[in-house]
């Protein structure tokens, strides 16, 4: 997990135009209202998680939310393909 985190927010952080960027500019469309967090909480979601994004402070909760919503619909389609 926290190597796809790194993976997603140097992508994010230092592309112009790749398909990371895309497709969380997509999800943020999508579910960014969820993940929209007062900065009052950011400290206590952090701790909950366990790791956070190496991106702006803007962009760590919704980088590091996006990046558990990617990994638990890539463990999902594995377990279906069983």
Known sequence: ????VDHISNKIRNSEH???K???EEW???YGQIADIASEQ???????LGF????SKKLKIPVS???IHTYNSFLIK?????
């Open 18 to 20: 790749s398909k990371e």
């Open 1 to 4: 997990m926290t190597a796809l």
């Open 42 to 48: 950011d400290g206590r979601i952090e701790a909950l």
């Open 52 to 55: 956070a994004a190496t991106t």
């Open 65 to 67: 939310l996006f990046v």
């Open 28 to 30: 943020q469309t999508l």
């Open 78 to 82: 594995v377990l279906a393909a069983e």
């Open 22 to 24: 895309m497709l969380f």
